[in-house]
């Protein structure tokens, strides 16, 4: 029987501007390589204090839009204790209370379930920390 649980970190470059990062791709290939046909759980969790994961649409606009969200709700002004780092970096502390650092997705016969327009996303607005990980765990209860 194949393992039931798997697990893997991923390295993310997301840059020095804000971000919205398509995860969705890497995500397949993992299941890809270990999920062989069976149904099971794909749990996505990024380890940062700064960083979260969303279910959203890509490439249409809407990740500019989910930025520009975030910017109205936790705007990158002097107002935040939290204070080292770039100007406005206490509001990246508070972006995991909003966008979670964690995302739980069914896998059936091996193949991610999203809808139609879903993409896994790392969101991730701290401009000081270039370099994110994401770890990928798949579970399952049984064999194929």
Do not use: K, Y
Not at 27 to 46: I, K, P, Y
Request: contains cysteine.
């Amino acid at each position: 029987m194949a393992d039931a649980f798997v697990s893997r970190t991923v390295d993310v470059t997301t840059g020095a501007q804000e971000t919205v990062h398509d995860l969705t791709d890497v995500c397949v290939s993992f299941l890809g390589e270990v999920a062989q046909g069976r149904d099971g759980l794909l749990n996505v969790f990024t380890p940062h204090a700064t960083a979260g994961l969303a279910l959203i649409e890509t490439g249409s606009g809407s990740d500019d839009d989910l930025l520009t969200a975030l910017h109205s709700l936790l705007p990158d002004d002097d107002r935040w204790r939290h204070r080292h780092g770039s100007p406005g970096h206490g509001r990246d502390h508070v972006l995991p209370a909003i966008v979670p650092p964690h995302a739980t997705l069914p896998v059936i016969g091996g193949a991610l379930e999203l809808g139609t327009w879903q993409s896994v996303t790392l969101v991730d607005t701290n401009r000081d920390n270039p370099r994110r990980q994401v770890r990928l765990t798949f579970l399952t209860c049984g064999p194929a």
